[in-house]
């Protein structure tokens, strides 16, 4: 006997033991969010202080070559400066010498050869061997002695001292190349850091599990930091040549 399809309950849907599907809303969970958008940020910081790091240290690296040029060109300058002084220096002792033999003989001729040898040594050598003469018996050997007020006026002493001043000038730019130099190596460390912020930010984008998102960003923001600290305590991070 067929009984009534009025009286039959309606079909449950869904099934019994079979959940309820949800429609999707479109939205993912809200920390999920937060961390795409911390690894996001983390990432585009440490892509642009690597570029500024790399920039600066590149800049530096230009300054290291510049310096260490100046400095073999203040070397080889000194060198061309000692090497005249020592052939003036020569040529000064050789005309002492003839002088102070000329000197100590005897014959009307002596005053005149030493005249002569006064005028033809030059006016600034002459004025030192004129001031040796003059001290007597209390001259020093040479009139190249120190208390010689004369000695600093010769071309050979000219030479000398500005072959001592360009050693100066090549021990300043080794200086500057070494600093330079130094802190090329710390934007060079700097680096290191952000790129390894960039590593772990990158992973942390891959991982689904929350816990480890989380260490990742934090181990990121940590590296970034550092690096950050590196670059701000080097001198000329903010500059642009």
């Known amino acids: 006997m067929v009984s009534d399809p009025g009286s ?64 073999q060109t203040q070397v080889s300058s000194a060198n061309d400066l000692y090497g005249n002084a020592d052939q003036a220096r020569a040529q000064e002792v050789q005309f002492f010498v003839t002088f102070a033999l000329e000197s100590n003989r005897t014959g009307p001729e002596v005053a005149g050869t030493t005249a002569y040898l006064l005028q033809v ?39 000398y001292a500005g072959a001592e001043e360009a050693m100066v000038q090549a021990e300043r730019f080794r200086i500057a190349a070494q600093k330079a130099d130094r802190d090329s190596d710390w934007f060079e460390l700097a680096n290191v850091f952000f790129a390894g912020t960039l590593f772990v930010a990158g992973i942390a984008t891959l991982v689904r599990t929350r816990a480890i998102t989380i260490g990742l960003l934090s181990l990121g923001f940590v590296m970034v930091f550092i690096g950050i600290v590196i670059v701000v305590t080097t001198p000329g991070w903010a500059s642009f040549s």
């Open 8 to 71: 039959l309950p309606p079909p449950q849907y869904p099934p019994p033991g079979v959940p309820a599907p949800v429609a999707p809303s479109g939205h993912q969970p809200r920390s999920t969010n937060w961390l795409e958008l911390a690894a996001a940020v983390l990432l585009g910081i440490a892509a642009v202080l690597t570029a500024w790091a790399s920039f600066r240290a590149s800049l530096v690296s230009d300054r290291v070559i510049s310096n260490y040029s100046e400095m």
């Open 121 to 159: 040594m030059g006016t600034e050598m002459a004025a030192a061997v004129q001031w040796w003469a003059d001290q007597g018996d209390t001259a020093p050997v040479t009139p190249f002695d120190a208390s010689n007020p004369e000695l600093e006026n010769l071309p050979s002493s000219r030479a």
